[in-house]
């Protein structure tokens, strides 16, 4: 009877190989041609991958952790108040706050929630 694989056992070239497929670089069948192995193996290698990244907790969570509403509003809730006044650019706000301007749209769009949570009221779905 063979031995159960497990995430130890895989080489650490399927590990990046995994990466660069789930990005869309590389495909399985270039994978198994470069390696001498059947489209087979390399699915139940990357099936095996994809259990242990699951099993690992969120906290491991690579790039910043995300803004509290009171880190929101500390931030931007000045920034947002001007914008709303038309007294301010979005691109001055990500130039002075040091974000992209897509990111200082998602913070307004989070602020928006939120105040529109506080009120009581859908901001989607609001009467005019």
């Not at 509003?73 to 040091?98: L, P, S």
């Amino acid at each position: 009877m063979r031995k159960k694989i497990t995430y130890k056992d895989i080489p650490y070239d399927y590990k990046i190989y995994y990466k660069n497929y789930r990005d869309g670089k590389i495909s399985v069948a270039k994978i198994a041609d470069y390696n001498h192995v059947s489209c087979k193996t390399v699915y139940k290698y990357f099936n095996i991958i994809t259990e242990h990244n699951a099993d690992q907790p969120l906290n491991n969570r690579r790039g910043r952790k995300p803004k509290t509403e009171s880190e929101l509003q500390k931030t931007f809730g000045e920034y947002y108040q001007k914008w709303k006044k038309k007294e301010m650019t979005i691109t001055d706000i990500a130039f002075w706050c040091g974000n992209s301007r897509t990111t200082v749209y998602r913070y307004f769009r989070l602020l928006e929630s939120s105040n529109s949570k506080n009120n009581g009221t859908n901001a989607k779905y609001k009467n005019s």
